[in-house]
């Protein structure tokens, strides 16, 4: 066994580094985002990054204490931490306080702490410890099962909120289990199924009159085509032995997702998201609503130019044009006063904390070790790529933060977990089997 | 297995080209998005739509909007100047001046601050020719609500400005807004408010207006809001609260046919001007901290036992029943006797039958009444339910959904209140025989009480009543109470006997038929509550009315010739016996001394 003294010299310091960085670099932008003349004090807590140090404070100390408890906690209270989190997500979907139509905070006097952040923690300990005990293989069809299992109840819980955001973050751990051998085919499967996905969006809103007063939407046109090119693949390829098996099975497998699309446009989705995917995908050009947003959030980012307007000499990210500016949408801050350089310099900060993970992860003798990294990795690239994505056009407006940069208490803490635990398994890397 | 960590990674890292890719094009390559290249900022500017007006039944205006500016002050635009002139100009002592600048200085030296709030329009008329020479001042329009006739202040209710709260639940509110908070102006505030617009103009550093961005593709215009109809007559409704000066108490009128409330007067009230623009929060908490509670809505929230008037209900329950005819006939000794109960009653002539029962109000003969129809089932149980499903056929008990908000349903106990408070089995018809003559747990709202002077005067039917005309409210409904008309007719005749010679002769008037019922009301806290309800003419009814005057200790002395008065002012618009109706407005029952 190894000395408890040297605890810290086995950290991973590159990680440790890149997170105060990150840290370091959002409270300058919050800083920048609601700077007025007036307020200067860093420590006026009436601001919000007056709040903002207050939170990083308490996240060193939370860290602190992660890398304190005995690393076996982790593995062996990973279901332990998992249930309560489901149960805490019940309680908040039930007696949550309501603020803009959804109930996915508890108050206590001042304080809100939102659960859905911190179920993302407890899933990726509790797929780590499933996925890592014995004689569970990813190939089985049990353990993808119960993986799904896992993975879908907590993202179900947040979707009754509603929070539509949080919950599609739960498809992150899809790399997880690709790392641990799920088949390339059920990434082919699932990007076809996105790719059909969009395809009915884009068609949903046809109509194709016949006669007779019959109506063909555009989902049944979309079934209907599919079920032509069923038929001449069977004709043409029809000395394959089953081939028209595997036709008809595929035919019914998207026939149900077409299908299922208009479901979930018309009963499940808000009308605000569904407004907002139409305006992504080009169907409706809405400058005034859900597109205002992300054109403004351009402008904001465009006006920065090759080196940016400067530290605090932002003009648009001021006086309110950018929405949500310190929390969904504090990348224009970024891009509009540090520019071309300080934008990309961000993007290739968290490249390199992904690449770090990676390795670390890859470098863990204990499976569970090494799938818990995966999951943190997964978390964080999911968002960066959704947040980022959103502000620059390229990613429907899904109200999820920027890793360690966005303002919120909430999820800076629970990202500080998620990294820290992980920090905590590496440093005791040796001892683990 | 081992490639899969290098598709990840590389995976990872080509999202980030992407992005670094995409970013340039944005940032670097395109124009596009370069709008403040030339260091312009765009200014967004709200456009405040028009509040809509509201008006009676005869197109009077009740309220409307009236122009107001503020003069905003934006410190860090502000130049030196001459301050005498510009004092002057607004009547404002240098002292207060420095003091008001200081604090707006203290708020935000950019953003813009009110200095001086609702200028006179002949202030804002001298102001606006010398402004441009003042930078960083400048006026805001905005409206004030008026309301002309003073009166009605409960029914139209208030708006304020919207606090954190409303701003957080409907996401339309923001700072600065006004929305309503009571009467007709909070329950119909999504008709009456309209849209607002919002324009986004180009400035330059030196905030010159540089024209519209992008030629207005993203302005959205203020839709302004819609006028409001009401069914109130504001003559009558004034005309109320003149009666009911010095009273506690209120006032419902009701048309019959439609269900369209002529008049809801509660009194004590207020002006409604005086819950507007800066003296509004001042005078909101003297009126809130009065012990005589003009805030509330007493026509609308007070539950008061019905007395007597609820005889009414019974007999038609009981004719309905079958266990009451025309010709039954029941003794009265000063009073109802059973075993050691005895419950009082004046001295009149026994025995008597239902006609005259009604009219000299006997507490005995509704005592007999009210145990057969209870009886009459083979437990006190069942007939109870009968008879109070009868009652709730009447719209009480439960609310009547008028369109005003904060209104209360009032009390019908339940078989289940009774089973706790004396134990199942253990109650029968003596037990509550309180209920017969509308004493007891029973709680009815005064607009209840003019609502079952309707279905008497509909003979068995009432429309939700309710205040709006013009079209907005949808959900206006025809209720049957399941009571034959012939047995209503039994009940109006003996009501019209009432006012001709029977306990309601102060409502009397020449050549009107009108129909009523008093009502004393053992309060133990003071003197008795007076009511009266009331409709005429008797075969073609135009006008239901109750009256409820609290401490008014006769149904006869106050509230019967209010509602007579009230009848004769709707029907006829003149009054025959002027030294009754002076009579009526001087009476002061709050402080009887100041007489
Ligand atoms: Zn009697």
Redesign the interface.
Known sequence: MRNRHNIFQLLDWTTILLYLLLVFIGWLNIYAAVY???HQSILDITQRYGKQLMWIGAACVLAIGILLIDFRFYSSFGYALYITMIFLLIAVALFGT???GARSWFTFGGMAIQPSEFAKFATGLALAKYLSSMNVKVKDLRTKLISGVIIILPALLILLQPDTGSTLVYAAFI?VL??E?LSGKYFTVAMSVAVLFVFTLLVRNLEWNLPFDFTLSGGWILVFILAIAAVIITIVFRKIKYVWQVVLVLFVLSSGVIMSVDYVFDNILKPHQTKRIDVLLGLEED??GAG?NVNQS??A??????FGKGYLQG??TK?D?VPEQSTDFIFCTI?EEW??MG??IL??L??AL??RL?ML??RQRSSFSRIYG?GV?SIL?FHF?VN??MT?G?APVIGIPLPFISYGGSSLWSFTILLFIFIKLDSDRLNIL | MNNRKYIIGFSMAFLGLIFIVRLFYIQVYTDKYKLDSRNNVLRYITDYPARGLVYDRKGRLLVYNQAAYDLMIIPKQTLPMDTDEFLNLISLPKKDFIERYNKARKYSSRKPTVLVSDLSAEDYGKLQEVLFKFPGYYTQPKTLRKYPLKSASHLLGYISEVDQQIIDQQPYYKMGDHIGRSGIEKQYEEVIRGRRGRRIILVDVFNREKGKFEDGAYDTLAVSGKDIYLSIDAQLQQYGEQLMKNKKGAIVAIEPKTGEILAIVSKPDYDPNMLVGRIRTKNFERLKADTLKPLFNRALMASYPPGSTFKLINALVGLQEKVLTPDTKYTCYSGYNSGRFHMGCHSHASPINLEFSIQTSCNSYYSNVFRSIIDKYPTAEQGFNVWKNYVNSFGLGSKLNIDLPGELGGFVPSQSYYDRYYQKGKWGSLTVVSLAIGQGELGITPLQMANISAIIANRGYYYTPHLEKSGFHQNIQKNETGIDTANFNLVVSAMEKVVENGTGRAARKEGIAICGKTGTVENPHGEDHSTFLAFAPKDDPKIAISVYVENGVWGARWAAPIAGLMIEKYLRDSISDPALEERMINGNLINPDEE
Request: aromatic content about 20%; glycine content about 18%; hydrophobic content about 45%.
């Open positions: 007025n003349e007036e309501e603020v803009k790399i690709y790392r051998g400058l005034k205002y351009m402008i980012i465009g006006s920065g130019g090759g003009t648009q006086f044009f891009g520019g071309f934008s990309s993007i290739s968290f490249i992904f690449v990676i992860a890859e995966y990795v690239f790529a980022i994505g620059i390229l």
